[in-house]
């Protein structure tokens, strides 16, 4: 099998389905003239998989247009795959060479040569599941590999394809034979003009010239296997000449008849199978080429379904993926659940601490009243002199600066006997914030400035709270 640069029609169009606007932002994809280029390919593989992740949300599930779009990237496929690869019947030659993998992929491809045996198409086919795993991790994800390593599997599930269609040739042309006998000569009628009922077309004259290079050579007698195959191969040569001259009337006719691409498609393709299936009607008995139809047909069914495997793979990993990450979800409420009932503890164990700090302060008969104020220590374990957050001012130094000020007296009971200390508003409010209470007195959450005549209340609240603590 050699490569045909020039086979493909390059009037060829490729037309992809109407995207709605959320998969246009995606990739906008146009008719596609010719051989698809690389970004054209990777662009269909894009929007398939968007379409993909769309269905999975409720309401936005479209069959149809994901089979036309899975249409559109097999049809973009095919067409480098024609471009690339003569359709013979006895792919024999032919070098089918994987992408470079990176070296995340524990998966060694080679280059196969001929038709791919079970275990190299399996081989492929796991590559093309893992790596479209990466996809959940974008620098480990190369579009033009995907689309690549893709492609690579096309083509060795065509030269699979074109195999058994030579095998199952060969086998019936071996029946219709039987050991002692000489093959009849068979002979096969020309095709005939193509008319406008089987092919559309507004050229008058065009399906007669069709018919000018079809008449297929009769087989000579002889027992050799050289022979048949020499005539499968003349077949499937044929069969390519007539795909491509109705693949240019179809496009004709499109441009000329606004009808729906999908109806003119599947004209074209009916055509096709037509014109095929005359050829082998004429070369083979009627029961022998129904046989040999459903064997193909058989057989492709089973690559498509192998070809479906990896995707339903995929959606098991990504189902387990979304498992584990509800998991991981639960545990790190419980985990958060735990940290907050830890903190109240936590709180719980500060009171109870500074409990026992303020009944040591008040057991202690040599402390003074001042003294025992000044031991007093807040939630975080600090006292007033050791502290930043009250400016390293004691009750001791506060009563000696403000002590022959008025308004400036704190009664606080301390041991069962009221003692007065002294302290300004300005340091009122320090003291509040030092020992986190009366946070509703200030005018804002920082500042220590209390709100309009609410002095008086802040001073009886201190008064109150270290009362409490050493009384």
Known sequence: MMAHPGWYPPGQVCYPPELPAYLKNVYDLKPIAGVPGDDE?????????AARKASEIPGMNDPILTMKLTDHLFNAQMARYRNKYSLITFPSHATYTPPILSPNLSVDLRPISGTPSDEELIKVQDAVQTYQEFRRFPSMFDPRVNMELSQHLFDLQMARYMRLAGESLQS??????????KPTRIIVKSLTAVDEATIPTNNAGTGARISEGYQVPPLDHGPTMHDLMERSNQLAEKFNQLLEHSNELAERHS??????????????????????????????????????FNELFTRFNQLVEQSHQPTERNNELIEQLNQSSKRSHDLSEQANKSWERMGDLLENINKVLMGIQNSIIRSHKSNTALRAADCLVNKKGDTPGRSREASHASFKWLSGKFSKQSGCELPVLIAGTEHILHIDDAWLGIFLRF??????????????????????????????YLSSCLG
């Open 41 to 49: 390919v990777i662009g269909i593989h894009a929007v398939v998989q």
């Open 172 to 181: 019936s042309a071996q029946r219709s034979n039987p050991e002692g006998e």
């Open 255 to 292: 441009q000329a008849v606004d009808q729906p691409i999908a109806h003119t498609l599947a004209e074209r393709f009916n055509t096709v199978i037509e014109r095929l299936t005359q050829l082998v009607e004429h070369s083979q008995p009627t029961r022998q080429s129904e046989e040999r």
């Open 435 to 464: 020992y986190d209470i009366g946070a509703h007195y200030f005018e804002g959450k920082t500042t220590t400035k209390f709100k309009e005549e609410h002095a008086k209340s802040a001073r009886l609240l201190l008064g109150n």
